[in-house]
């Protein structure tokens, strides 16, 4: 069996957010770069399933251009086997899954995460899935293989439920599919400088959904201190003033 | 010409999210002169189902096919791509709930629509279609324009107003004309949060990070939920601890919610907690420290102990 992790480059998750170019795009400078962390998850579990046994191997694949590629050696560095970068800039979820759909046919197992922590799309697995017409599962927080089979857990609105599903199986995963994520160890980083990191060409493909623009939120009004003597005029100013008691 | 949306129902029930939906579908129904389709998968009465014309739903599809039970992700986005067709939808509409977010990307392949998922205004413009949404987890919003004729949102929860009006709903049963071989889930188990008010559905939220100590010590939060209907969350170290469950983990890595009102008690408002609790109405901040960054997002703050604090605001409530 094989399992293909798929991997989104995201500013590190504290990034002071700012645009240029007049609002239009995000400004990188100075931005440290890391695994999307979901997809982080996703690939510790892949690692834990590979430890348990019956998986071939482990590819972890990207759609962007050179400056993503040290992201994806920190992933061969957590135990990834190779890597695939697909030569293009993430343009919209639509283009990246056409992307990931040309080297994506013959894994049984793909984890995406369920978002990424950047321009927070969750759409690229389940599209994924329709164009190739896989299974796909979403939201899940656990995942195992029995035979031919996927034991999946998933979380519902308002709840959680077990399921069986064939492959090949697209499972956009969450929080709980492992507990920490895994960080490359001095070993891990030797090995994953001869381990392959191939690049692939993009195909034509359209996106259809664009950035116009970008806006900080409207700075917040000061918060209104209470001394904590007096503790229950909160609940009195919830009532009367803000209205939401 | 039409907008088709997709409503959830909990077991047998619509919730208040599909009400906001079908209102959100109708104003913009209103400015482009179409009409709002509401699809519905399950077992769901007449009489529940009449009440989505009450916000604005022209017509009402009714599919009652016991496979769907399964939420089989395929199945549902083929039941959905056939009523779209059908109904000639130019704009369809998912909550940005778990599912919505499951189908809706299968659905814009389908159809070769263009998708935003997580819009949370009405639409800036409609030619060019733009909408807006959150991005970096909370810390900036974005237009997006949608190229394509067909388009796809998913819309976040507590977004939008429900707005009731003067309006009869024709209900139609529909056939999706799905076949059992589209449908490859099985599922074994099924745990639902029962008794409790679901933390995406709560008006108000009441929430405990690590200054609660230990999750022994959450008699006082477990009241105040009682007392005011709220539902209960914590921070990620909390649930990772074990203090509290998993469900109730809120921030980037866990739930995102827009209560109207949101209390944090001994949080110190990290950067990936507020991405999931930003878009609450009103913050109130129980903290010890005066430097805790929670105090910059909160609306009321107290610099204080939780466990003089929690006592007097039970007694507050008591007194409304
Ligand atoms: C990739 C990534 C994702 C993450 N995702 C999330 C997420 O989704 N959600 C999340 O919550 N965190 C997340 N975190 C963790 C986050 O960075 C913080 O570590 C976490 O939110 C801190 O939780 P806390 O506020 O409960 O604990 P602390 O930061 O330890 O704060 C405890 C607070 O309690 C106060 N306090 C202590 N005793 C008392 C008392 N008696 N009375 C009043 N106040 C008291 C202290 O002053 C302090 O401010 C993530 C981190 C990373 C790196």
Redesign the interface.
Known sequence: MKILVLISNV?D???K?R?TGDNTSFDDAGVQWIIN??DELALTRAMELKEAGGIEKITVANVGEKATEPTLRKALAVGADDAIRIDAPAK???YV?SQLAEIAVGYDLILAG??A???????????L???LDY?????V?GINIEGDKFIVN?????????????GPLVA?V???IAKEPRIPAMRGIMMARKKPLNVANPIEAN???????????PP??A??????EN?????????EE?K?? | MSILIYT?N?DGKFKKLSYELVSYAAAIAKEMGSKVIALSIGDISDEELSKLGDYGANKILTVKDERFT??D??AI?NAVSAAAKIEDAKIVIFAN???G??????V???LE??????VIALPISIDPF?VQ????????????????EVKII?FSQNSYEVVEVENNATIEAFDPSVVDGDF??????????TGKV?L??AE?VISGGRGMKSGDNWGGLEQLADM?SAGLACSRPVSDEGWRP??E?VG???KIIAP??YFAFGISGA??HL?GV?SS??I???NKDAEAPI???????????VN??IP??I???K??
């Open positions: 500013p998750t504290t990034t957010i645009f962390p979901w919209d979820a639509f899954a369920i978002e922590s950047d321009y927070n799309g969750n759409a690229v697995g389940g599209m899935a329709e164009i299974n796909s599962v979403s939201a927080s998933r979380e519902i609105d308002g709840g959680s439920q077990v399921l069986n599903i064939t956009i969450q929080k709980g996106e259809r959904t664009q950035f116009v623009n970008f806006e900080l939120p917040k009004a918060c209104k201190m209470i001394d904590e503790a229950k005029e909160i609940i009195k100013l919830l009532h803000a939401v008691l | 959830e909990w399964s939420l992700n395929r986005a709930s778990n599912l977010k499951a189908i809706a990307p299968r814009s392949v389908k629509a263009g998708l935003v998922t997580g733009v949404k959150k991005v970096f987890t909370g810390k900036a919003i974005a237009n997006v324009q949608i190229d394509t998913t490859s889930t099985t599922v074994t188990e099924t745990n639902k949060v679901l995406t559905d108000i005011l998993h469900g983990h980037q890595t866990g109207n009102l950067i990936q991405g930003s109405k009103v109130v901040a129980v105090f910059e997002s909160a609306d009321y703050g107290i610099i204080g102990d003089k604090v007097q605001f007694e507050g409530i007194e409304l």
